[in-house]
């Protein structure tokens, strides 16, 4: 069984060792467990879209087909302050190369939005960790795919394809997640604004540490969605588990964090600028008009309140003599 409670254990006991934590409590309404009932078309506390279905032992978000998208969200929010997310899934398919597009997880302000980014919403808010497994030897960057990258977006940025999700990234890596005998795994943990992700590819419960943001500010109450693609190529993309963890930290306050705007003090590779617009005659004239309708404005305004003090001055002269 993939969620072996060997798992847990050794989850529990990783946990231990690389935080101060006094206690680790599992989220039932955050997290998902096997085995499902195939067919049906909704979970307890997660809500299915698109092309996701149920089977026995896992929740295949995109089948091996072109053209799919799906996703599970969910639908409790995050109320803890840390947390730890960490997730069984399995990327499979016949295509040797050709194969994608990937799968993202989101804790977002906006769930169930289906969208171009993995299947989910552009202009998100929050945090998106992307797993990019289109190998495209024309791309502008040098890692080999699969490439996970984390991106925190506060809903002004739109997500570049061509960039291939490295726009605004805060931190990433290689991941070995297609074809395995196995399914990888991915602990992303969220304690006193340190963002870490860590993957254990190989199934053998040795974590290996991705990367570290320190200075991520993500708000309380947001959602938890996985999501999946297909484009011209394709793949299987499947979610086996997902555990997530309230670690409580001794002698902290729980901070009501409803209100805070998702940003991160260190970007990597900054957000690609703003799609170019283009600016034609049609849309120049009424910018161009409206400048002379302000300038007269003023102009009139400006008149008026020289007369004004022109009369006033003239009064008082009158009542002086
Ligand atoms: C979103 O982030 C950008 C860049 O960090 C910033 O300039 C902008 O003010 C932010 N918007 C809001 C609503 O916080």
């Not at 989850?11 to 499902?36: H, M, R, W």
């Not at 890692?143 to 931190?171: C, M, R, W």
């Not at 309380?220 to 190529?233: I, M, P, Q, R």
């Not at 991160?264 to 008009?289: C, H, Q, R, Y």
Request: with cysteine.
């Amino acid at each position: 069984m993939w969620t072996s409670p060997r798992f847990f254990t050794v989850l529990a006991a990783f946990l231990f060792c690389f935080s101060t934590i006094d206690a680790v409590i599992v989220k039932q309404e955050n997290s998902l467990f096997g085995p499902y009932e195939a067919g049906v078309g909704h979970l307890m506390y997660w809500d299915l879209t698109g092309s996701s279905q149920l089977a026995e032992t896992s929740i295949r978000l995109t089948p091996d087909e072109p053209g799919k998208q799906g996703a599970i969200w969910n639908n409790y929010p995050m109320i803890s302050n840390d947390w730890e997310f960490h997730m069984q899934f399995h990327i499979h398919g016949k295509g040797v190369h050709l194969n994608g597009n990937g799968m993202a997880f989101w804790y977002a302000r906006d769930p169930l939005q289906a969208g171009p980014v993995f299947g989910s919403r552009d202009y998100f808010s929050g945090l998106a960790i992307f797993i990019d497994t289109v190998e495209d030897p024309a791309s502008p960057h040098d890692h080999k795919h699969p490439y996970l990258s984390a991106v925190v977006n506060n809903g002004s940025f739109p997500y570049h394809h061509d960039e291939q999700g490295t726009a605004g990234q805060i931190g990433g890596c290689h991941l070995q997640a297609r074809n395995l005998e196995w399914p990888a795994k991915v602990a992303i943990s969220y304690i006193s604004d340190v963002l870490t992700v860590f993957l254990d590819s190989y199934g053998t419960d040795a974590w290996v540490q991705c990367f570290r943001a320190v200075g991520v500010h993500l708000p309380t109450g947001y959602y938890f969605g996985v999501s999946a693609a297909t484009g011209e190529y394709s793949d299987n993309h499947d979610v086996v588990s997902v555990t997530t963890l309230d670690n409580l930290l001794p002698e902290k306050v729980w901070e009501d964090r409803t209100h805070l705007i998702p940003s991160a003090d260190f970007v990597e590779i900054p957000f690609a600028p703003p799609k170019e617009t283009v600016e034609d005659a049609t849309t120049a004239t009424p910018t161009s008009w409206k400048l002379i309708y302000i300038g007269g404005i003023g102009t009139i305004l400006y008149v008026a309140f020289s007369m004004y003090k022109k009369r006033k001055l003239q009064r008082r002269e009158r009542l002086k003599k």
